[in-house]
Nanobody, 122 residues
Framework: QLQASGGGLVQAGGSLRLSCAAS????????MAWFRQAPGKERDFVAAISWSAGSTYYADSVKGRFTISRDNAKNTLYLQMNSLKPEDTAVYYCAARVAKYYTNDPGDYNYWGQGTQVTVSS
């Protein structure tokens, strides 16, 4: 089970840190990712991180502003979001993939958190 938290309302240019706590199993060997979904749109890839945290991947739209990280000892995934823009407004979901390689296709992920709302005002 994955539990996302940390969303909220922030002004443009502000920062938020999302967390995703895993329970019920150890996700340390899984590839983890964040996706987001705005109203009326598809679920889009945001960032992913390898099981060892040795590799990270970002969507072009967030590169340089967002940082994905993980603490396997705490079974927790993070997403630090800086320089937020109104277009970052969405429900953010954490996900886990039972594989060593990331993809940006949400259909390839096996476990999902419930989502946390991020709203960026202009």
């Amino acid at each position: 089970q994955l539990q996302a938290s940390g969303g909220g309302l922030v002004q443009a240019g502000g920062s938020l840190r999302l967390s995703c706590a895993a329970s019920g199993r150890t996700f340390s060997s899984y590839t983890m990712a964040w996706f987001r979904q705005a109203p009326g749109k598809e679920r889009d890839f945001v960032a992913a991180i390898s099981w060892s945290a040795g590799s990270t991947y970002y969507a072009d739209s967030v590169k340089g502003r967002f940082t994905i990280s993980r603490d396997n000892a705490k079974n927790t995934l993070y997403l630090q979001m800086n320089s937020l823009k109104p277009e970052d407004t969405a429900v953010y979901y954490c996900a886990a993939r039972v594989a060593k390689y990331y993809t940006n296709d949400p259909g390839d992920y096996n476990y999902w958190g419930q989502g946390t709302q991020v709203t960026v005002s202009s």
